[in-house]
């Protein structure tokens, strides 16, 4: 028996072609927001896959109309809400982990991105090795005009993938990068029309294939080494800066802001 793919998931479903695995994002009730359940589930999917030498590209996907609403905004505030900061402090851990498990994976992975990809759901996508986009897709980070800082440890590979300036601008403003800019600065790797971007995906999963594999992974190993070696140092504190920004006024106007469709008032506290 198979756990990864007889596991009987409730919110992704799993699929194999040959030595190719793809992880469908399937919650649609709720756009593939990422709740505890989803998270849960797409860590221990990667965490399954992380050593298997029968799998040699895994592909990241949501829907043909879009990749994920980001992280549930009603699930996020519960998880910071615990009744100390020791247990909040545990509980925030769920998205790092998340993204962790998904680069640690030795298989070549690629995300397959069709409509919209916000939040969390661009931190997961930029912990793969690759990014497919359809024209009309679109990344964006909105925490930091929510009043949240940019967690997940996500801050080093932003700055890696697009340089400092880009990734301030990305992080900061929280406007969307639609796919020709994800392009240019180097959140993406290919952009193909709408509706195509698994089918791409597939053919970068087919090039992967078709190579050694010994190499293939020694190399993705070496060159992430090489572009996070300062990374744990420099972001090792980043649940820490959201438990702090989790308990501002500001947040709680930023998010009052958001259902409302107003500007947000925010006084620093």
Not at 76 to 100: F, H, I, N, Y
Not at 201 to 220: C, F, G, H, Q, S
Request: include cysteine; hydrophobic fraction near 45%.
């Amino acid at each position: 028996m198979d756990k990864l793919f007889d596991s009987g998931w409730t919110h992704i479903a799993v699929t194999r072609r040959e030595a190719v695995v793809e992880v469908a994002l399937a919650r649609p009730e709720a756009r593939n927001a990422l709740n505890g359940l989803l998270m849960e589930e797409l860590t221990e999917a990667a965490r399954l896959l992380r050593l298997r030498t029968d799998v040699l590209a895994v592909i990241l996907t949501g829907t043909e109309s879009y990749f994920s609403a980001g992280a549930d905004l009603s699930a996020s505030q519960a998880r910071a809400a615990q009744p100390t900061l020791l247990e909040a402090r545990r509980t925030v851990m769920a998205g790092p982990d998340l993204c962790k498990a998904w680069a640690e994976i030795e298989a070549v992975t690629i995300a397959a991105i069709e409509g919209y990809c916000i939040g969390g759901a661009s931190a997961l996508a930029v912990s793969c090795d690759f990014r497919v986009m359809g024209a009309g897709a679109y990344m964006r980070l909105p925490e930091v005009p929510l009043g949240m800082n940019m967690s997940w440890r996500t801050l080093p590979k932003l700055v890696a993938l697009a340089g400092p300036s880009r990734a301030k601008q990305y992080v900061m403003f929280g406007e969307a990068a639609d796919a020709a800019r994800c392009l240019d600065w180097g959140f993406a790797d290919e952009v193909v029309a709408d509706g195509q971007a698994l089918t791409a995906a597939r053919r970068w999963a087919d090039k992967v294939t078709a190579l050694p594999p010994l190499p293939v992974r020694m190399t993705k190993e070496a060159i992430n080494a090489i572009s996070a070696a300062n990374a744990q140092a420099s972001i090792y504190m980043d649940r820490d800066q959201y438990l702090l920004a989790s308990r501002t006024d500001d947040l709680r106007e930023g998010i009052a802001a958001f259902r409302e469709k107003r500007p947000g008032k925010f006084k620093g506290d």
